[in-house]
């Protein structure tokens, strides 16, 4: 069973190139947006542009999911955070981005036992991991309104380790991500796909052997500045020795390019199945400037 999201998100992104390769979409009335709330897009910023982004997020846990899919409780775990990313357009074709952060973590599972014992820090915040990535878009029909990128990048474990006073706000080692994606609108219709796999690098690693990742999204570009959307995002975490985590949510939200400079998401992010993992919702919002 455990299986089952990974090949149903390979083959949800196969079917994704596989139908839009023949079809010929109308234009839309005005510009359609390809950026999402957490499903990357295939469209780089122009040469000579840039990006400016900032996400306020809020996570919150009151239960986990068991090895066998079964739910739990927990206590309670808040998570806020603030990001930071800038994107710059180099060639055609081409951007690079730099991105990172801030957390504030409480963890009240970690407080006491049953025995009333301590059994770890139950807070923790720092500054978070920062990332480089290059977005290099190898394809793109104009006529079909169709295309296709390769992200690849590298996280540096620049956050706080955990121990025994705190908790930690980094992955704790070094990893090479990659992610295919693909864009495609018909009408006002848009839709993306990604699926990409993080490659952990070092002894720091411990029993981490990867992250695979796959997003399907949704959009209607309803008016110029509004765009509602939804999304389903899967994460399968490869383990040594322990047993792998996964989890399949749902975001819905909404993407409002409110001018060519300034553009805003708000959404929410819903777990609904998993196994060895906390079954999280978290809210987010975004404000972006281009320049």
């Known amino acids: 069973m455990s299986s089952r999201p990974t090949t149903t998100a390979a083959v949800a992104f196969a079917c994704l190139l596989g139908f839009t390769l023949p079809v010929q979409a109308a234009d839309a009335p005005f510009e359609i947006e390809h950026g999402k709330i957490n499903t990357a897009d295939a469209s780089p910023v122009d040469p000579g542009a840039f990006e400016f982004e900032t996400t306020f997020a809020q996570t919150r846990a009151d239960r986990s999911w068991s090895g066998s899919g079964n739910t739990h409780g927990r206590g309670t775990f808040r998570e806020r955070s603030l990001g930071f990313s800038f994107t710059a357009g180099l060639i055609e074709n081409m951007d690079a981005n730099i ?54 990048g590298v996280t540096i474990p620049v956050g706080s380790d955990s121990d025994r006073d705190e908790i930690g706000t980094s992955q704790e080692y070094w990893s090479f991500d990659q992610t295919l994606v693909a864009t495609k609108d018909w009408g006002q219709w848009t839709l993306n796909g990604d699926i990409g796999f993080s490659l952990p690098i070092g002894n720091k690693r411990e029993n981490v052997r990867g992250t695979l990742n796959a997003d399907l ?34 975001t819905a939200g909404f993407v409002m390019p409110i001018n060519e400079t300034w553009l805003v998401n708000l959404g929410v992010q819903q777990d609904f199945w998993g196994q060895n993992v906390d079954k999280t919702t978290t809210w987010t919002t975004t404000v972006k400037i281009a320049f």
Do not use: C, M
């Not at 509004?226 to 994460?235: A, K």
């Open 99 to 152: 991105s990172g952060g801030y957390s504030w973590i409480k963890d009240n599972d970690n407080v006491y036992d049953e025995d009333a014992e301590l059994l770890g820090p139950f807070r923790g915040e720092d500054f978070t991991d920062l990332e480089l990535s290059g977005r290099y878009r190898f394809f793109n029909d104009e006529a079909r309104h169709l295309e296709i990128a390769y992200i690849g």
């Open 217 to 250: 999204a949704l959009g209607y570009q309803i008016l110029p500045w509004l765009q509602p959307e939804v999304e389903l995002n899967y994460s399968h975490d490869y383990l040594k020795d322990e047993s792998d985590a996964q989890v399949l949510a749902v």
